[in-house]
C-alpha cells in the first residue's frame, strides 16, 4: 500500500525495455558492476531484473553447479546444458520482464558460450550460431559490456575455490579474451569494451554513462 506522503514520488516511466548484458573472462569484476548498476538504477525508481548464467532459475541453478564443479562433462554436452539454462531463463525470467518494459541486467549470456565454448574450446562458431539462434529466437542485448583484463591480472584476483574454467591452461584464457575482443571490434555499436583495471568507482562512472544514454 502507498502512503499519502509518498504520493508525491514520480517514478521513471519506461516506454520500452532495455537488455543489458556483461561479459568479461575470469576475475574482470563484471558481477560487481552488473550488481553496481542494478542497485543504482533501483535507488532511481526503475523497475529491474537482475540474472545471471548458467543460473537465474531452479533448473538454470541445479545446471550451473554441473556446468562448474561437475567432472566428466564432454565439450558438446557443456555447450547443451549452457543452452538448456539458457532457454530456461529466457523463457521464465527475461522475457516476461522485457514485456513489462523491465531494464533487464544479465551477467553473462549468449557471447560467453561463443567465448568459452567457441573461440576457448575451439567448437565451431557457425554451429553455435545455428543452435543458440533457434534458442534465443532472434533476441540479442541492446548493450553488451565487455570488461576486458588479462588473462594474468585476471586469474591472480581468483583465490577462492577454482571452478572447472577457472582451471584451465593459460592459452584457453587468451583465446577466450581474444574472442571477446574479436566480437567487441565486430559490433561497435552494442559492445562498450572497458578496461577492467581502472577504479571500480571509474568504472560505474564509465557505464553510467553510456546507459544513461541508452535510457534516454
Same mark, same amino acid.
Given at each position: ?78 555447450? %547443451? @546444458?549452457?543452452? =538448456? ?7 521464465? +525470467? $527475461?522475457?516476461?520482464? *522485457?514485456?513489462?518494459?523491465? !531494464? ?53 584476483r581468483k583465490k577462492m575455490k577454482l571452478d572447472v574454467f577457472e ?12 574472442? %571477446? @575482443?574479436?566480437? =567487441? ?7 562498450? +569494451? $572497458?578496461?577492467?583495471? *581502472?577504479?571500480?568507482?571509474? !568504472? ?13
Amino acid at each position: 500500500m502507498t502512503s499519502k506522503n509518498n504520493s508525491h514520488i514520480i517514478l521513471p516511466l519506461m516506454d520500452k525495455p532495455a537488455f543489458i548484458v556483461f561479459e568479461g573472462g575470469e576475475g574482470c569484476g563484471k558481477t560487481t558492476q552488473a550488481k553496481a548498476l542494478s542497485n543504482k538504477l533501483r535507488k532511481l525508481g526503475f523497475p529491474v531484473v537482475l540474472t545471471h548464467e548458467p543460473g537465474g532459475t531452479l533448473l538454470g541453478n541445479r545446471l550451473r553447479r554441473w556446468l562448474k564443479w561437475g567432472k566428466g562433462v564432454t565439450t558438446q554436452t557443456e555447450l %547443451y @546444458l549452457f543452452l =538448456a539454462s539458457r532457454s530456461q531463463l529466457l523463457s521464465t +525470467v $527475461i522475457r516476461p520482464a *522485457l514485456e513489462k518494459n523491465y !531494464i533487464v541486467i544479465c551477467d553473462r549470456f549468449d557471447a560467453s558460450t561463443f567465448a568459452y565454448q567457441g573461440f576457448g574450446r575451439g567448437m565451431d562458431l557457425n554451429f553455435i550460431n545455428t543452435v543458440n539462434s533457434f534458442v534465443t529466437d532472434g533476441l540479442s542485448p541492446d548493450l553488451i559490456v565487455l570488461l576486458d583484463i588479462s588473462v594474468e591480472e585476471g586469474l591472480a584476483r581468483k583465490k577462492m575455490k577454482l571452478d572447472v574454467f577457472e582451471r584451465e591452461e593459460f592459452l584457453f584464457h587468451q583465446k577466450v579474451r581474444d574472442g %571477446y @575482443l574479436k566480437m =567487441a571490434a565486430a559490433d561497435p555499436e552494442r559492445w562498450m +569494451v $572497458i578496461d577492467a583495471t *581502472l577504479p571500480a568507482e571509474k !568504472i560505474r562512472e564509465i557505464i553510467w554513462e553510456r546507459v544513461s544514454r541508452l535510457l534516454g
